[in-house]
């Protein structure tokens, strides 16, 4: 049997650096061999704990871009070197959520990296129909971001976000930044972003925000200043943190929308004002990742450089030292993102 190197999450906050055996396919599936992973908000509420903990151990990593080792014998239109990145979100392909692009909610759901062994590896497995081959000219780190723009691009759907909407970003993180960047895409106007960290703060405005406020106590006059006294359109939850719900229902007009899409531990909740929910005719959407044709359309504005990406690809570890990147991320604010290197391209 062959093997490979891999980083498995046996507990939390504890790597270790393991042979494992190499995935096996099918005559439907790829293997892959993984170039770049990116560490996620998710992966890091694995590392601590506050999610999927019953899964571990487990191979995390679900970011990432990488070369076609092998295709299945039903595989004709992939190629064995060619670059890809993946749709991450394995359902059933045919029931009704599937049908829909509603995968998460496919009662034979898994995620790779999530639920199943995922890219913290040298070689991973996957479906071929949710194989997505890259132009070759484009760089491993921008490539490896097509998974986390996948589910901006989604959630602003969902959120039906377009021009001259005022929108508020609550939280200036690697997610956060995203989310700024897809509001000024879809033509927003203006964005407002709220962060405790003055430096995210700064790269907030680096990423396109109008403006973008470190103070608590100012967030609600800046926001009724910005919006002519109304309250925001639209306001994008993007921390996970149940109060910060709470402040994004006190942000938007009459008619406006929370988006949720930070997550919390499952037992969290917040409360909603249901009268003034059902009278002002608000709306509350949730989005967590991107999937079938977001994954397309992510890949396309990476590719055609619509992102600004230089804080998402600034900081890269080798696999050998993930457990110092996972420690480590908290004190560096600047990188907001870090990848983990598996191979060479």
Not at 273 to 283: D, G, M
Request: glycine fraction near 8%.
């Amino acid at each position: 049997m062959k093997t490979m190197q891999a980083a498995v999450l046996t507990a939390p906050h504890k790597f270790e650096l393991r042979e494992v055996p190499r995935p096996q396919i099918g005559p439907d599936d790829v293997l892959i061999r993984v170039i770049r992973t990116g560490i996620c908000g998710t992966d890091l509420h694995m590392f601590h704990g506050h999610y999927a903990a019953d899964d571990l151990p487990i191979i995390p990593g679900h970011e990432f871009c990488g070369v076609i080792e092998e295709a299945g014998a039903n595989m004709g239109h992939l190629m064995q070197g060619q670059m890809v990145v993946a749709d991450i979100n394995i359902g059933c392909g045919h029931c009704y959520w599937c049908r829909r692009n509603e995968v998460l909610n496919c009662p034979d759901m898994a995620q790779l990296g999530i639920t199943r062994d995922g890219a913290f590896a040298e070689f991973v497995a996957l479906p071929g129909r949710l194989v997505i081959p890259t132009p070759d000219d484009i760089a491993p780190e921008i490539l490896a971001l097509t998974e986390p723009v996948a589910c901006v691009v989604r959630a602003a759907r969902k959120a039906q976000a377009g021009i001259a909407q005022s929108v508020v970003v609550l939280g200036a993180g690697p997610v956060g930044n995203l989310h700024v960047q897809m509001m000024r895409l879809v033509g927003a106007a203006p964005i407002i972003v709220a962060d405790l960290s003055a430096e995210r703060c700064t790269m907030a405005f680096d990423a396109g925000a109008d403006a973008a406020i470190s103070d608590p106590a100012q967030l609600k006059t800046t926001v009724l200043e910005l919006t002519d006294g109304r309250g925001a359109d639209l306001v994008i939850e993007s921390v996970g943190h149940p109060a910060l719900y709470a402040t994004a229902f006190d942000l938007i007009r009459k008619g406006g929308h929370v988006a949720f899409f930070g997550l919390t531990g499952p037992e969290e909740a917040v409360q909603v004002p249901i009268l003034r929910t059902i009278l002002e005719e608000n709306s509350l959407k949730g989005s967590v990742a991107g999937m079938g044709q977001d994954m397309h359309d992510a890949l396309a504005l990476l590719v055609h450089g619509r992102f600004r990406t230089e804080a998402f690809t600034s900081a890269s570890y080798p696999l050998e030292r993930i457990q110092e990147a996972f420690e480590t991320l908290a004190e560096r604010p600047a990188d907001l993102k870090t990848q983990i290197v598996i191979s060479q391209n």
